[in-house]
């Protein structure tokens, strides 16, 4: 298509394998591709945010079950594979891409840079919520890809609270707008794949992404040619967090929910 050789595609992101997963296949079908990547959150800044707002308790729990799922994340190598062989997709590092170093997407120098490259598509994967400051900084469609379905599953582990709650038909991803909000904007698209039993919250996420490489490239397409057609999805709206340890090992010892 015309349209995507052409296409100034800015993805941020604070990078991972599930984030360059989804650049990988974005770069596909947008050869002019380029990455704006931020440092990560300390982790003492995320625990001191959601003791704040949760109690330190629950938030120690959290920081708890993660550093599980990245221990896990060295048992599930085999699953990670087949998922990516099942969609055709790739997790190395591509050189190609040209990929801009910034403290923080929020910062001046992030900022700046995004002003540079006058993009005409901004899509987001994986990074903190953008300031008003970053927002008001690009005048083009930002589109963001969210691991779980809008708005009931909004925040973290969407796909795992969906199960959780006995709602796997809502284990799915969203791409929606982006506006002031944490994943409050208006949806795009959705997509539900069936996790296998194999699959845990270690995989859960990679499994949702390498579902969403479509819808992604879709909302794109959409955004480039004036086509977004946002509709604002029914139910309620949760803003989740990872489960603290006790959730995690409940559901998974009594239901096989890992």
């Known amino acids: 298509m015309q349209h995507r050789r052409e296409a100034k595609v800015v993805v941020l992101t604070s990078g991972g394998l599930n984030p360059q997963v ?3 296949a974005l770069a596909k079908c947008f050869p002019k591709l380029q990455v704006l990547q931020e440092d990560a959150e300390p982790k003492r800044a995320i625990y001191r945010r959601r003791a704040k707002r949760l109690g330190r308790l629950t938030a120690l729990g959290q920081l708890a079950t993660m550093a599980l799922s990245r ?3 060295q048992m599930t190598l085999t699953r990670t594979e087949e998922i990516l062989e099942e969609y055709r997709l790739w997790a190395g590092a591509d050189a190609s891409i040209r990929t801009t170093r910034v403290s923080s997407l929020n910062s001046r120098e992030a900022q700046a840079e995004i002003l540079r490259l006058k993009p005409d598509v901004v899509f987001l994967i994986s990074c903190r919520a953008l300031s008003r400051g970053t927002l008001a900084a690009i ?4 589109l963001n890809f969210h691991a779980g379905i809008n708005p009931i599953y909004r925040g973290q582990m969407g796909g795992y609270w969906a199960l959780a709650e006995r709602d796997a038909a809502n284990f799915g991803a969203t791409v929606h707008l982006v506006d002031a909000g944490l994943d409050t904007g208006d949806t795009l698209y959705e997509v539900r794949p069936s ?4 699959d845990s919250i270690a995989t859960y996420p990679l499994l949702l992404t390498a579902a969403g490489t479509q819808i992604s490239i879709r909302a794109i397409d ?3 040619l004036g086509q977004l057609q946002p509709y604002r999805p029914p139910g309620r709206s949760v803003l989740r967090y990872p489960p603290p340890i006790w959730t995690y090992l409940l559901n998974g010892l009594t239901r096989g929910i890992w």
């Open 22 to 24: 989804m650049i990988n």
């Open 71 to 73: 221990l896990a994340k």
């Open 222 to 224: 959409d955004a480039l």
């Open 195 to 198: 996790p296998s039993r194999r």
């Open 139 to 142: 005048s083009c469609p930002i």
